[in-house]
């Protein structure tokens, strides 16, 4: 059974940070190719971070430099770090875990349920 488990959600000011985690079971994080996404209300679900087996990471424009991606292949665990949050990065955030190297492609096998992140003007 495969289960992802984002936590670190929050509320959080302008210009502020957070840092996600998503504790992976049933996979082993540096055997897949791993993503962050996120869905704001009315939109729809788009990529904003993956790294695959060999550590390539990729990102969307619009976080690029502000967020990094990594992963704890001890802890099993995947991590989004968040800096200089704006308004706009408001949304629901989905980690996801595909055999493939998909990347920002939203067509992941797995998915978690989800940690909000909430950034106010």
């Known amino acids: 059974l495969v289960q992802l488990v984002e936590s670190g959600g929050g509320s959080v000011q302008s210009g502020g940070s957070l840092r996600l985690s998503c504790a992976a079971s049933?996979?082993?994080?540096?055997?897949?190719?791993m993503g962050w996404f996120r869905q704001a209300p009315g939109k729809e679900r788009e990529g904003v971070a993956a790294?695959?087996?060999?550590?390539?990471?990729r990102y969307a424009d619009s976080v690029k430099g502000r967020f990094t991606i990594s992963r704890d292949n001890a802890k099993n665990t995947l991590y989004l770090q968040m800096g200089s949050l704006k308004p706009e990065d408001t949304a629901m955030y989905y980690c996801?875990?595909?055999?493939?190297?998909?990347?920002?492609?939203?067509?992941?096998?797995?998915w978690g349920q989800g940690t909000q992140v909430t950034v106010s003007s």
């Open positions: 996801a875990a595909d055999w493939r190297p998909l990347f920002l492609s939203p067509t992941y096998n797995y």
């Open positions: 049933g996979v082993t994080v540096r055997n897949y190719c």
């Open positions: 790294i695959d087996r060999d550590g390539n990471t």
